[in-house]
């Protein structure tokens, strides 16, 4: 039988602790993702796979906010942040530094994420969209690769946290295999 864990099993690792620790090559930025819960909900997963920064652009809520540190749980004091005004601009500059743009969107020529290939010494940032918008289109002509996930519902997305939070896995899975 199995026996679920309690608190203290679950207990990992301090905030200075996990601040010292190695980031993958991956960071998150949320184009104009406006719920409080959404983006807490981003930093949080954010921890879990050891994104090394989240940019939240545009209208995205920065902490501290409560509705952030309802749904992060603290981690928007263990995830490095940052807040920008431009998304656009903020990918312009981000590719020009030779990191490789993903955009998580539903698109043309779009690949599945499960195709989705890690490069070994590539640095990527996963851009994520405005929960009724999507991603900005001129941020979706400036990517290296735009990943969906494959739905078979009658609902045509999911939630911005949601898809993050398969996203994030999947690529992070990708780049430590990489």
Request: hydrophobic share 40%.
């Amino acid at each position: 039988m199995m026996k679920k864990k309690n608190i203290v099993e679950l207990t990992r690792c301090t905030v200075e602790e996990y601040s010292a620790m190695r980031k993958l090559p991956l960071s998150l930025l949320a184009d104009n993702v406006r719920s409080m819960h959404n983006v807490g909900s981003l930093l949080r997963t954010s921890d879990a796979f050891l994104v090394e920064e989240v940019i939240l652009g545009g209208i995205s809520g920065c902490p501290p906010h409560p509705e952030i540190s309802k749904s992060a749980l603290g981690a928007e004091k263990s995830v490095a942040w940052r807040h920008v005004d431009d998304a656009v601009a903020e990918t312009a500059r981000l590719r020009g530094e030779g990191r490789k743009i993903c955009v998580l969107e539903q698109a043309h020529g779009s690949i599945p994420l499960s195709e989705f290939r890690a490069e070994a010494g590539e640095s990527y940032v996963l851009v994520v969209g405005n929960e009724v918008a999507g991603v900005d289109q001129r941020i979706v002509d400036m990517a290296d690769v735009v990943l969906e996930i494959p739905q078979w519902g009658t609902k045509h997305s999911l939630n911005v946290s949601v898809s993050s939070g398969i996203a994030l896995y999947e690529m992070a899975m990708r780049i430590m295999q990489g």
